[in-house]
């Protein structure tokens, strides 16, 4: 089993639609949690970091679930520009930061 | 430009041969990661380091793969007798990591696309 899972999409919506994706990670005791944006082509970014208490930045909105192992974001009055893929990304308890990375999930906005 | 480099950007090459690769990270960052990504597939971590000591290698850096860090400034990532396996883009990334707590963002570089034919 892999320890970061998406659904690879892709997710195809028009501009002004509310998405949201999905993943589920399978190491009770990872520590952090974040989503990438990774253009095609180019390299991955950080998007978000996303907490149990949930967070919102713009029109991104992320949110964790431990008990469930479950991480969430939803993108509201989704934008051309939007269209990407989604790197859900989590930091093991390893004692060093290293990201592991779902396959991510592909998002292309239509006009 | 004071973001992450890397060099070449694209490489082809023929199975068998050896390719090295270079990575410049963001100046004072003491912690310079190597990532590996096939197509369809996210990143995979491969090695860290913490200046000039290599601290941590994946299970996925056999010993065809070796990287350096010399005096804790840009990296190096070699591979030797390229298999066709081995090609995918090869992702640099650095930080600045102050003490263990806190997340420190990790910037990457543009990658190098590596082609083994």
């Known amino acids: 089993r892999k320890e970061v899972e998406q659904d690879p999409g892709p997710f195809n919506v028009p501009e002004g639609a509310t998405v949201a994706f999905n993943c589920t990670y399978s190491?009770?005791?990872?520590?952090?949690f974040f989503w990438y944006r990774q253009d095609c082509r180019k390299e991955p970014k950080l998007l978000m970091s996303?907490?149990?208490s949930g967070n919102e930045d713009g029109r991104f909105t992320a949110q964790l679930n431990r008990a469930s192992q479950y991480i969430s974001l939803l993108i509201r009055d989704s934008k051309l520009s939007d269209s990407a893929t989604y790197l859900c990304?989590?930091?093991?308890?390893?004692?060093?930061?290293?990201?592991?990375f779902g396959t991510g999930t592909r998002l292309l906005v239509s006009p | 430009d004071t973001g992450v480099s890397q060099d070449p950007r694209h490489k082809i090459t023929k199975r068998g041969q050896n390719v090295t690769f270079r990575c410049d990270p963001i100046?004072?960052?003491?912690?310079l990661y190597w990532y590996r990504q096939t197509l369809g597939q996210g990143p995979e971590f491969l090695t860290y380091?913490?200046?000039?000591?290599?601290?941590?290698k994946s299970r996925l850096l056999s010993d065809r793969f070796s990287a350096e860090r010399p005096k804790g400034s840009f990296s190096t990532l070699e591979i030797q007798r390229t298999e066709q396996g081995d090609s995918a883009m090869y992702l640099c990334?650095?930080?600045?990591?102050?003490?263990?707590?806190?997340?420190?963002?990790?910037?990457f570089g543009p990658g190098t696309r590596l082609t083994v034919t």
């Open positions: 990334a650095s930080s600045l990591e102050l003490g263990q707590g806190n997340f420190y963002e990790q910037y």
């Open positions: 190491n009770s005791a990872s520590q952090s």
């Open positions: 996303v907490y149990s």
């Open positions: 990304v989590v930091i093991p308890n390893t004692g060093f930061q290293k990201l592991v």
């Open positions: 100046s004072e960052h003491n912690r």
């Open positions: 380091f913490q200046n000039e000591a290599q601290l941590e």
